[in-house]
C-alpha cells in the first residue's frame, strides 16, 4: 500500500506530519514491519526532530543556513534559496525508513516528530508513504 | 462616410490581434531566456534600474515601473532617453561594479539615441541591458547584455505591437530578478505567468465589443483634429500611447499630460468641445479619486471624452465615453493591454479622415532624406 499526501509549505517551513503518518500505518494494518517515507523533492527533505519546542526547529533551519548560506556564486544559477535547498536536501535527505511495532510507529511519542522540511517555497509539495 | 469594410486597415488589423499576439508573445518568453540573462551575483549587485527608450519603448517603460518596483523590491527610475544620455550625471552610472542596471530598450536596436544610451552607459560602468528584437543591432553590440524579445509573427501583413511585446518582457524580466533577491517565490512566478496569459485571453473576447465602440465613436470624432490625453503613473503610458498613435495616423495636434497638470494647464485649451480626450482612470489608483475630479472637468467643458478604465461607467460623470476593460489579477499587468481602446480608435479615424499614417505622400514632409532619428549625432558626455 502506498500512500499520498500533499501539503503547501511556507518558505523555509518545517511542517509536523508525524499524526498523518501515525494514521497511515494505523489504517495499514501492518504489525511489525518498516515504513518508509519519502519527498520526490530536491529542494526539501524528512527528518525526525524534537517536537517540544518550535525554537528547535528555526534552529534546525538556522544552522542549515549558517552552513551552506544563500550565496550567488553557486553553480546552479536558479535562485540563491534554490541552489543552497538542493544542498540541503542532499544533506539531510528525502527518505526516513521507521520501525512499525505492535502496529504504531516506533519513535518517541510527545518527544520526537517527523517533519517535512522546506528549503526554498512556498510551494504545494508531496509525500510518499509505504507501509510493509 | 466610409463603411467599416472599407476602413479596415494594418494598424486596426495589429491592434485586434494583440491578445492573441499576447498569448502567443508570452508562450515564447521561456523562463530559461530570463534566468540566462543576467547571473545571480549580477542580479545582486544592482541597487537601483533606470529604464531608458524612446517613443512606444519609453512608454512601456512608464507602464512596468510599478511593475518593477514591486517585484524586484529595487528602485526604479523611467528616464527620457535624452535625459539620460546628455543630462544624467555620469557619477550616477557605476558607482560600485554593476550598478545601477539600465535597461535600454529598441525593437530595432538602430537609432542613434539608443546607441549613444547603450555606450555612455557601457563606459561609466552600469549594467547595461539592452532589450530588442535584434541581437546583432549597433545598440545591442555596445551593451554588456542583451535580451531578445522573440517577437512572434502573426500572419502576412500584422505587424507586431512593440508596445506589448517590451512591456511583456520587462514584466518577466522584473519578476526574474524578484525572484532572485527573494522579493517572489517561484509559485508567484509562475502565477504572475499564469495570470498574465489569463488577463490577454479576457481580451480575446472583448475585442468585437470594443470595436463596435470605437467605430462609433471614431463616427462622431471624426471631424476632430485636436486631442488631449491625461493619465498618471503607469496610466500615464497608456494616455501617451493613445496621443502618439493620433499623431502617428492622422497627424493630430496633441498633448498628453498627468491629471493634476492637466488641473493646472490643459483645462484652459480653448473651444473644449472641439477637444477629443482620452483619459485613463483606474479605480486601484492611488489617484483614482483626483482623476474622478478631472473627469468631472472635463465634462463641464463638455469636452468630448472617452474614459478608459476596468472600473463601472456609473461611476463616472454623464456624457463621457466609458470604455470598461478587463481587469488583471495584478494591477500592474492593466497598462499592457489597455492601450487597444486608443489603438482601435486610431485606426478607425485615420481612413475616416482619409489621411495616410507617418504622411505618406504629403509634400511638406519631403525632407530630401532627412531623417531626425538616423542621422543625429552620437555624443558620450
Known amino acids: 500500500m502506498l500512500e499520498k499526501r500533499t501539503l503547501r509549505t511556507k518558505f523555509y517551513d518545517m511542517v509536523n506530519i508525524t499524526g498523518e503518518i501515525a494514521d497511515i500505518v494505523k489504517n495499514s494494518g501492518v504489525q511489525d514491519g518498516i515504513c518508509i517515507v519519502t519527498c520526490p523533492h530536491t529542494t526539501a527533505a524528512l527528518c525526525v526532530a524534537c517536537e517540544q519546542d518550535p525554537n528547535i526547529l528555526e534552529d534546525i533551519q538556522g544552522e542549515l543556513n549558517r552552513m551552506i548560506p544563500t550565496r550567488n556564486d553557486f553553480k546552479h544559477q536558479e535562485t540563491p534559496h534554490d541552489a543552497s535547498g538542493h544542498i540541503k536536501s542532499a544533506i539531510v535527505g528525502p527518505i526516513l525508513t521507521l520501525i512499525v511495532e505492535n502496529g504504531e510507529l516506533m519513535i518517541a511519542h510527545n518527544q520526537q516528530g517527523i517533519y517535512f522540511a522546506e528549503f526554498d517555497g512556498p510551494r504545494p509539495r508531496e509525500y510518499y508513504v509505504k507501509v510493509m | ?381
Open chain 2, 1 to 381: 462616410m466610409k463603411t467599416r469594410e472599407e476602413c479596415v486597415n494594418p494598424l486596426w488589423e495589429q491592434v485586434m490581434n494583440t491578445p492573441d499576439f499576447a498569448v502567443r508573445l508570452n508562450d515564447s518568453l521561456s523562463p530559461d531566456k530570463f534566468r540566462d540573462v543576467l547571473s545571480m551575483k549580477e542580479i545582486y549587485d544592482i541597487k537601483r534600474v533606470i529604464i531608458t527608450g524612446c517613443g512606444d519603448s519609453y512608454m512601456a517603460g512608464i507602464a512596468m515601473k510599478p511593475a518593477f518596483e514591486k517585484l524586484t523590491g529595487l528602485r526604479t527610475d523611467v528616464m527620457r532617453m535624452i535625459e539620460f544620455n546628455r543630462h544624467l550625471d555620469s557619477g550616477e552610472l557605476g558607482r560600485t561594479p554593476g550598478d545601477p542596471l539600465v535597461i535600454i530598450i529598441s525593437v530595432s536596436g538602430g537609432f542613434a539615441r539608443v546607441i549613444e544610451a547603450a555606450k555612455r552607459g557601457t563606459k561609466y560602468g552600469a549594467m547595461t541591458l539592452g532589450i530588442t528584437d535584434r541581437p546583432d543591432s549597433p545598440m545591442a553590440k555596445e551593451c554588456r547584455k542583451v535580451l531578445k524579445m522573440d517577437i512572434p509573427l502573426m500572419g502576412e501583413g500584422v505587424g507586431a505591437s512593440s508596445y506589448v511585446s517590451t512591456s511583456t518582457t520587462m514584466l518577466h524580466l522584473a519578476a526574474r530578478i524578484g525572484h532572485v533577491r527573494g522579493i517572489v517565490s517561484g509559485e508567484q512566478v509562475k502565477d504572475i505567468r499564469n495570470s498574465l496569459v489569463d488577463f490577454c485571453k479576457s481580451y480575446q473576447a472583448i475585442m468585437p465589443k470594443l470595436d463596435d465602440q470605437m467605430w462609433e465613436l471614431a463616427n462622431r470624432w471624426v471631424d476632430l483634429d485636436r486631442f488631449d490625453f491625461v493619465g498618471d503613473a503607469a496610466d500615464f503610458a497608456t494616455a501617451f500611447f493613445g496621443a502618439a498613435k493620433m499623431v502617428e495616423t492622422f497627424g493630430a495636434t496633441c498633448s498628453w499630460d498627468d491629471s493634476e497638470d492637466w488641473c493646472h494647464i490643459g483645462f484652459f485649451s480653448r473651444n473644449p468641445r472641439t477637444i477629443g480626450t482620452g483619459l485613463v482612470a483606474n479605480p486601484y489608483s492611488p489617484s483614482f479619486s483626483r482623476c474622478l475630479e478631472t473627469a468631472k472637468g472635463m465634462s463641464l467643458l463638455h469636452r468630448p471624452t472617452l474614459v478608459v478604465t476596468t472600473a463601472d461607467k456609473s461611476v463616472f460623470p454623464e456624457g463621457l465615453e466609458v470604455c470598461t476593460l478587463p481587469e488583471a489579477k495584478y494591477d500592474f499587468m492593466n497598462p499592457i493591454m489597455q492601450n487597444v481602446a486608443f489603438g482601435l480608435l486610431a485606426s478607425r479615424l485615420y481612413p475616416l479622415k482619409g489621411i495616410e499614417p507617418f504622411r505618406a505622400g504629403d509634400k511638406d514632409f519631403d525632407l530630401g532624406g532627412y531623417n531626425g532619428r538616423d542621422s543625429s549625432a552620437v555624443e558620450i558626455v
